[in-house]
């Protein structure tokens, strides 16, 4: 299908649904919440991986300093990093991807 009839079939169905001819399609999403993590789950987390404070804070794109303070306890993860050692967590080898070996 070309991005003109693309196009023409998304306004048409948009007219249609406004007029109440046809009904939106519903999908629904269930997606797992983002867990917090005290400083003993990200030690574990990063030792079960094998690697040092600069190289896990380096994979997860902070400095080796933020990875210091969540396994001192001083601070804990927020948003966008905990998710990140989410799926860390419990998929190890995905880690490996961003990492450069030499």
Do not use: C
Request: without cysteine.
């Amino acid at each position: 299908m070309s991005v003109y009839k693309s196009i023409m079939q998304g306004l048409d169905e948009a007219v249609k649904y406004q007029e109440g001819t046809i009904h939106a399609r519903k999908t629904r999403i269930s997606v797992k919440p983002v867990e917090s993590f005290t400083s003993e789950d990200i030690k574990q987390i990063r030792n079960r991986l094998g690697l040092s404070q600069v190289i896990f804070a380096s994979s997860l794109g902070v400095s080796k300093k933020t990875v210091e303070a969540w396994e001192r306890g001083k601070n804990t993860p927020e948003g966008p990093s905990r998710r990140l050692l989410q799926l860390i967590r419990d998929n190890p080898d995905m880690i490996e991807q961003y990492m450069i070996k030499g």
